[in-house]
Structures are given as structure tokens and as C-alpha cells.
């Protein structure tokens, strides 16, 4: 179907998709194979030289990947994806298909400690540097470009300090030395935000979160706006240099600026490091899609209640989410999200007498009930973690507070149970956390 005859709600249920035509099945089949008969050896030859379309092996390409792979790009007003094993998997790959032993990235220092420990610690080990900016810097981001820059990095929604990165600006710095902007706009979503109508030319996501939405499989996908001109940019040689590993093929000779670098990505990463999605995994996140905005508006209202509770709660010290006027971020983020700032709420518990912020963070968190303590964001369910010794423990001091982390610092992802029984299991282990570090119980 065609994307641009229909909005997002409906895109997120029939993008990519038609009933099959042999079965009649409406659902999207789930094609448990790890390979595909050819026509003949001519059809063969046509697949391996990328002559045709179609599927060879499912590391590669599966016919139910490839329905997620055109919905989230349908979504997100893109030209083509490629989907991964993880959110993870798929910045990796995005990095690799780009940058060579030698290159430089420009980077938000607001990012998931994962992405920060690729960037800082995996990364030069291959010969590939990053300079980190604080994601208001952008004199920072113009001042840390240099001649081996090949990318500018960052996230529309920091985590989990929930900064707001000004996507048309540093779009703009990227450009003016003609290397491409890559947002990880997991936080948000393209319910919320789509970055390529800031000026961004990848959007990559952990699909493992607001769009699967119920914990149930991992994934990763990236996003090509297909407006970015590798030719005349000239320093991305993956993408305007024949490739030896495809006979010579020249991506950007064959497929142009709306498919180079998704055919590279896919015929080279996919084929070489294998981080595939299973087709298992690409029919469960196909089902959350499918409820994205219904959702979203869910997670949204209940963000709104739960930041009217924590603003007016004793026990917490500070709160912070860019829909609160008091927001550094706050006009940007009315513009870039108009619909809502997404459902990450952060603050700081209050400490006691006998116990400084860390001790009542971590009392706090060991007596919530109905939330849950672990690894996540994006749940349907409410979720809770303590970043600076868990998702963030790599880093030092000094990493640490050029994130945006604190001690104290309780990242709550809001759910979509009723709002009134979320504040109710906070409010309790407020209680209980007050008590334990030595104030009024």
C-alpha cells in the first residue's frame, strides 16, 4: 500500500501488508524458514548479484521481517529499513555501514549507557572515535567536527536525563560539513516525533520498547530518509565505491540516495555480522504496532497525572520531564513533540537523616509493588529503575555528570495501568523509603 494515501493510525496496522494472496490469511504469516527455493539457476544468479528481488537466506531478508521493516519505514515517512536482532544490533550496524578505521563521530552525551559504552570503549578498538557533547551544546557540536567526521549522533529524548536534542539545528551542523545526521528516537517514537521532518537522515530504534510495547521480544530497526547525497557528500566510499564483495557493484550507482545505504546495510551487515531478527520476534512486534497511537495516548495522559502527583509530593526532591514549564527543554520540546515529551519521568527521593539520596533512591525502589524493577522502558506496564547503578554503572564521574546522572535519580517509565493505582504504589514506597533513611514516617 501506498503510505502516502493514509495516516498513521491506519499505516500502523495495514503498512507493508495485504492478505495473502494464496491463503487468504489476514494476519501477517509468520515464515518460519531459513531459506527459499529458487525459480531456477538464472533466478538464483539474479538474487546473489542483487539483480532481483526477492529472499535467499533468512538472515539476510524474511518475507514477515520485511512487513516490519516497510510498516515502521511507512511510519516513520522513510524510504527503507533494515530490521535487527536488537536496538543495539541495529546502531552497530548503522555505524558500521558508514564509517571506516579512521573515522570520527560527533555525539550527544545524553544517550543510553549502552550506546556510550560502544561509542567510548568497542568502537576504538576499530579505529573509530567519538567526541561527546552535552545535547545543548551546539556550539559544542559545531566545535567538535572534524576532517575525519563522518557522523553526528544523538537522541530526540536523552537518557535518561530527558534532554531534548534541537534535531533542525544539529541537522544543520551536520550538514554544513555534508555528513548525516542518525537519531535514536526510541523514547519517543514516530507517534510523538518524525525526525526526518527536522532535517535528520537516519532514525534508528530499539522496536524492543514503545512500539513492541508488552516485553515480550527484542528487536532493533534503522531507517533511511533516503534525502541524504552520499555522491556529493564524497566521504562515504561503502556507498559510492565499487564493492568487491558484490562483483564492483556501486550502491549509489545502482540503487541511488533512496536505497544505497539500506542495500548496503542489508547485502553487507546483515550478510556478514548476522544480527537477525527472527520472524517469531517480527510477528510480536507487528501486534504492537498495531496499537502504537492507542497506546501512546495511554502512556501520555498517564504521564501527565503522574507528574501532577510527584511536582506535589513531600518526599520527592526534584522532578523533571520536558512538559514541565520549568524545563530547560520546555519550547523546544513543544514544538519537536506537540503531542507529549513521551513517558519517562525521572526525579530524586528525598533524603532522610540517616541516609543520603542513593540509600533512599534504592529503599524506594525495593517497596514498589505494582511497578516493576528492571532493564525496560516502554512497557505497557510501569517500570522503575535506579540508571546510575544499573543502565549507566559503566561510567565514571565524570561520564556520569556530562550525561545528566545523578545519584538519586529514579527513572520511572509510566505505564498504562489506571493512573490513580500507579500513584498509590508510589506513594507507599515513598513511605516506607522516608522511613527507612531516618525521616517522618
Known sequence: ???????????????????????????????????????????????FNLEQAGHIYSRISNPTVAVLEERIAALEGGTGAVATASGQSAL??????????????????????????????????????????????????????????????????????????????????????????????????????????????????????????????????????????????????????????????????EFGATHAFTMRARSEGMRDFGPAMSPQNAFYLLQGLETLPLRMERHISNTKKLLEFLQSSEEVAWVTHPDLTDHPDHEL???????????????????????????????????VKLASHLANVGDAKTLVIHPASTTHAQMDAETMKQAGLTEDMIRLSVGMEDPGDIIEDLRQAFRVARKATGGAA
Not at 498513521?8 to 509468520?30: C, K, M, Y
Not at 568487491?244 to 556501486?250: E, F, L, Q, R, S
Not at 525521572?346 to 533512599?360: D, H, P, Q, T
Open 92 to 253: 552497530f550496524l548503522s555505524l558500521l555501514t558508514l564509517l571506516d578505521s579512521g573515522s570520527h563521530i560527533v555525539a550527544s552525551a545524553s544517550l543510553y549507557g549502552g550506546s556510550i559504552n560502544l561509542l567510548r570503549h568497542t568502537l576504538p578498538r576499530f579505529g573509530i572515535t567519538t567526541t561527546f557533547v552535552h545535547p545543548r551544546d551546539l556550539k559544542g557540536f559545531r566545535k567538535a567536527i572534524r576532517p575525519e567526521t563522518r557522523l553526528v549522533f544523538g537522541e530526540v529524548i536523552g537518557n535518561p536525563g530527558l534532554e531534548i536534542l534541537d534535531l533542525k539545528a544539529v541537522s544543520s551542523i551536520a550538514h554544513e560539513v555534508e555528513v548525516p545526521l542518525l537519531i535514536d528516537a526510541t523514547f519517543n517514537t514516530p507517534y510523538l516525533c518524525r525526525p526526518f521532518e527536522w532535517g535528520v537522515d537516519l532514525v534508528m530504534h530499539s522496536v524492543t520498547k514503545w512500539m513492541g510495547g508488552h516485553g515480550v521480544a527484542i528487536g532493533g530497526i534503522v531507517v533511511d530518509s533516503g534525502l541524504f547525497d552520499w555522491e556529493a557528500s564524497g566521504k562515504f566510499p561503502t556507498l559510492t565505491e565499487p564493492y568487491a564483495g558484490y562483483h564492483g557493484i556501486n550502491f549509489m550507482e
Open 1 to 47: 500500500m501506498d503510505p502516502k494515501l493514509y495516516k498513521f493510525d491506519t499505516l500502523s496496522l495495514h503498512g507493508g501488508q495485504r492478505p495473502d494472496a494464496e491463503t487468504g490469511a489476514r494476519a501477517v504469516p509468520i515464515y518460519q524458514t531459513t531459506s527459499y527455493v529458487f525459480q531456477d539457476s538464472d533466478h538464483a544468479a539474479a538474487l
Open 333 to 367: 520540546a513543544s514544538r519537536i513533540l506537540p503531542k507529549g515529551a513521551g513517558s519517562i519521568i525521572v526525579f530524586g527521593v528525598k533524603a532522610g537523616s540517616s541516609g543520603g539520596g542513593r540509600e533512599a533512591g534504592a529503599a524506594f525502589i525495593n517497596s
